[in-house]
C-alpha cells in the first residue's frame, strides 16, 4: 500500500492511475487550497509588456474565478513551469506560451533574460511560493512582482486511519509530490512519533530536491523521478512496488 499526501482532487486522480497498474493507494491529503479574490480588486489588467510566470495550476484555477483565462492572457507572453500548467493554458486558447520548463533550475538555466530584461514579470503564486527562485531571478536584473492568488493550507495532523496503517506496517511507501508536502509529512510524522516507523519504507519523490528533506534525515530507502512530472513518477513506483 502506498500513501498518497496529494490534494484531495489530484490524490484520487492519481489513486486511480496506479489501481490500473494493481497498485493499491491510500489517500491522505496533507495540503489543501482556498481561493481569495482580493488580489483582483489591486490587479489591473495585463498589458503586452507583461511576462506572466505560472508554476501552479492552483493559480490557474484562482484567476479562473475572476476572469476567463483567454480574454486575460490576451496581450501577455507566458512562462510555464510543468507541462500540466501549460497544457491547461492551451486547452483555454490562453496566452502567447514563450516557454515551458520541467521546474525551476532549468528556467533560471535556459530562459532567455536578456530578451525580456525590458519586460516586466508577474509571479501569480500561493502563499508558499518559492522565495530563492525569485530572488535568482531578480538577481539577473529582471522587474519582477508576486501576486498571491490561493493560499495554502498544512493539514494539523495525520488521519487516523493513516496512523493506525503505518503502525500495523500496511503502508510500504509514500508519494511526495512538493518540498512543502514533504515538510508537513515529516513534521506530522514527528509529531505522531511515527518516524521510526517510516525509516525502512519507500519515498518516492517527483525531485532531487524532496528527496534531500528524506536523505539528510537517514532515509536509506529514497526514489527520485527522473523529470518531473506525473508518468515518470508513476513509472518509478511501478518499477519499485
Same mark, same amino acid.
Given at each position: ?84 500548467? =501549460?497544457?491547461? *493554458?492551451? &486547452? #483555454?486558447?490562453?496566452? +502567447? ?5 520541467? $521546474?525551476?533550475?532549468? !528556467? ?64 510500504? =511507501?509514500?508519494? *511526495?509530490? &512538493? #518540498?512543502?508536502?514533504? +515538510? ?5 510524522? $514527528?509529531?505522531?512519533? !511515527? ?47
Amino acid at each position: 500500500m502506498i500513501l498518497i499526501t496529494r490534494p484531495q482532487l489530484e490524490a484520487e486522480e492519481l489513486k486511480a492511475k496506479l489501481l490500473e497498474n494493481k497498485i493499491h493507494a491510500h489517500c491522505d491529503p496533507l495540503i489543501s487550497f482556498h481561493y481569495d479574490d482580493a488580489w483582483s480588486k489591486k490587479q489591473k489588467m495585463l498589458d503586452a509588456n507583461s511576462v506572466i510566470l505560472l508554476t501552479s495550476i492552483q493559480a490557474l484555477y484562482s484567476i479562473e474565478k475572476n476572469y476567463s483565462l483567454k480574454d486575460y492572457f490576451n496581450d501577455v507572453n507566458i512562462v510555464c513551469i510543468g507541462e500540466r500548467v =501549460s497544457n491547461y *493554458l492551451i &486547452s #483555454k486558447s490562453a496566452g +502567447n506560451i514563450i516557454s515551458t520548463f520541467q $521546474d525551476s533550475d532549468q !528556467l533560471l538555466l535556459e530562459l532567455n533574460f536578456e530578451n525580456l530584461k525590458n519586460n516586466s514579470f508577474i509571479y501569480f503564486c500561493g502563499n508558499q511560493y518559492n522565495k530563492k527562485f525569485i530572488e535568482k531571478i531578480k538577481l539577473k536584473n529582471i522587474s519582477l512582482k508576486t501576486i498571491v492568488v490561493y493560499q495554502v493550507e498544512a493539514a494539523h495532523e495525520l488521519d487516523v486511519t493513516t496512523r493506525e496503517m503505518i503502525l500495523q506496517n500496511r503502508i510500504k =511507501s509514500v508519494a *511526495l509530490y &512538493s #518540498k512543502f508536502t514533504a +515538510n508537513v509529512f515529516m513534521d506530522l510524522l $514527528d509529531q505522531a512519533g !511515527l518516524s521510526g516507523n517510516f525509516l525502512d519504507k519507500k519515498i518516492f519523490c517527483l525531485s532531487k530536491k524532496i528527496a534531500s528533506i528524506f536523505e539528510s534525515r537517514n532515509f536509506k530507502n529514497v526514489h527520485t523521478s527522473p523529470v518531473p512530472d506525473e508518468q515518470s513518477m508513476i513509472d518509478v513506483i511501478k518499477k519499485s512496488l
